[in-house]
């Protein structure tokens, strides 16, 4: 059983910064995409970002573009979303996801793992 917990979450000013941390147990992911997804009140859930593994590629959202970096750590089977220059738009719950190596860049239907979230608010 894979499980994924997100943490890092919380309130800043905007301009700010936060550091979510998603860390995974009951697989080694080192093969998986591991991406980052938001869903803010009264809206679908969308894609922030991905890393896969091979060729060990990032991918943004236009919105977070230049603001939000992915990184992974493979010896800890973790998945990071460094968030710089936070705006009251950011305001969302993030979420954790893994999906198959096999996709460079996968849909959101095609992400296996799912986390609970944590909770990013940005005060203006």
């Known amino acids: 059983q894979v499980q994924l917990v997100e943490s890092g979450g919380g309130v800043v000013q905007a301009g700010g910064s936060l550091r979510l941390s998603c860390a995974a147990s009951?697989?080694?992911?080192?093969?998986?995409?591991m991406g980052w997804f938001r869903q803010a009140p009264g809206k679908a859930r969308e894609f922030v970002a991905a890393?896969?593994?091979?060729?060990?590629?990032?991918y943004y959202a236009d919105s977070v573009k230049g603001r939000f970096t992915i990184s992974r750590d493979y010896a800890r089977n973790a998945v990071y979303l460094q968030m710089d220059s936070l705006q009251p738009e950011d305001t969302a719950a993030y979420y954790c996801?893994?999906?198959?190596?096999?996709?460079?860049?996968?849909?959101?239907?095609?992400?296996?793992?799912w986390g609970l979230g944590t909770q990013v608010t940005i005060s203006s």
């Open positions: 996801a893994a999906a198959p190596g096999r996709y460079e860049l996968p849909r959101e239907y095609e992400y296996e793992y």
């Open positions: 009951g697989r080694t992911l080192t093969t998986y995409v």
């Open positions: 890393r896969n593994w091979s060729p060990g590629r990032s």
